[in-house]
Each structure stands twice: as C-alpha cells, then as structure tokens.
C-alpha cells in the first residue's frame, strides 16, 4: 500500500518559470511533511517542511501548500534554474521520530 | 558542524556474501535511520535505532539487521546477499522529527 502518492513522474520547466509537484497522503495519523532535494549519485537533501497548523510556508523560492481536509500538499519552486535540475521527494511522517514514508519521487529538469 | 557520513562509499559484493556499512550521525543526534533506496525509487524504510536499540522495523527480512553504539553511530549488516540487494543505502540521523541523510553506500551485487 503506498501511503504518499507523488505526481507527476518527471517534469520539464523553462527558466524563470514555476515547477509544481504534488502530493497526496492517506494516514491521517501524519503531521510532518518534508521535501527533499537528490542529485544523483548523492543522499536526500532537506529542502523544506511543514506541519498541518498552517496552509503554507515559503524559504526563499521554495514554498509548501497544504491542504488538511484534502490531504494533499504541494512543492512550487518559483523562478526555476538548471541548477534545481534534480529529484525531489515529498515524504510524511508522525510526531515522535516516525520513519518517514517517501513518494516515488519527480525528476524536474530546468531548461534554459 | 560534520554532516552525517557513511562508509564506505561503493562496495561490490557478490551473492551470499555478507557487507556491513557504517554511519555517524550528525553532532547531537540520538537517533538513526537507515534506509535502502532502489534505482529510481523513492528510500524505504529499514529500521531505526535509539539508545542502541531498535525501535522501529520496516518491512525487510531477517537478513537485515542493525547495531547502534554508544557514541550513536551505527551498522547495518546484510547476510546471504541477493542480486535484488543492489541498492544505495542511506543513513539519516535526527533528534526530533527532522531527518538528515548521508550521501549513501551504493552496493553492487554481483
């Protein structure tokens, strides 16, 4: 049963422009939802998270959505560079230092 | 401030060998989580440990097991590699909820 449902497989964006991933959860027993950044052949960066009290939270170009009553939450990376070029991996976990439970994963590929 | 590290970097092994990785975990964290990560999938789910037990389990056999220290680094012990073990292996340390990843072991079984 796969609990984090991530979309779309690969995504293509110019630069300059607006690189939306999504995801969906099923347990509502999860309240901490982290992004994470992977180059290839390198481990999971943390880019951002957030918890179920607010409806977003944005770092610099890197802003989180959620949606409680969907429970849905999305990644929407503005001003997109080649450099964000990589993997990106929503995950969701519960208070308590849960394993985290890990969507499929989005490969983006920023082109100028 | 070192970052999570893992040893070694690569290893190539062949079937029914045995491999042991290693972790450190970030300054001041009690906590570490290993992960096994399949050509482009996302990480699953080991086990953790936490004051050198383990806490938690996913849905791995036997094969799989684990030693934390008590300086909180770790190991992770595969037995009997299989050809479906050929994974990078990913160590993330945390105090709370937030996790930190290690750059990975990529085992080859061969």
């Known amino acids: 049963q796969q609990q984090v449902k991530q979309s779309p497989q690969s995504l293509i964006v110019q630069k300059g422009g607006i690189s939306i991933i999504n995801c969906a959860y099923e347990n509502t027993a999860f309240d901490y939802f982290p992004w994470y950044q992977q180059f290839p052949g390198k481990g999971p960066a943390l880019l951002i998270a957030?918890?179920?009290?607010?409806s977003e939270k944005k770092e610099g170009r890197f802003t989180i959505s959620f949606n409680k009553s969907a429970k849905q939450f999305s990644l929407h990376i503005m001003d997109s560079q080649p450099g964000d070029s990589a993997t990106y991996f929503c995950a969701a976990s519960s208070t308590g230092n849960t394993p985290l439970v890990f969507g499929k994963g989005t490969r983006l590929s920023v082109i100028a | 401030d070192a970052g999570v590290t893992q040893s070694p970097t690569h290893l190539i092994k062949t079937r029914g060998q045995q491999v042991t990785l290693r972790c450190s975990p970030k300054s001041g964290h009690d906590t570490v989580s290993w992960y096994q990560q399949a050509l482009g999938q996302g990480p699953q789910f080991i086990f953790q440990y936490y004051e050198e037990e383990e806490r938690q389990r996913g849905n791995f056999p036997d094969r799989f097991s684990g030693h934390q220290f008590p300086n909180y680094s770790s190991e992770l012990n595969v037995n009997a590699l299989l050809l479906g073990d050929s994974a990078l292996y990913l160590c993330a340390s945390s105090l709370k909820d937030t996790q930190y990843f290690g750059p990975g072991t990529r085992l080859t079984v061969l």
């Open positions: 957030i918890r179920p009290d607010v």
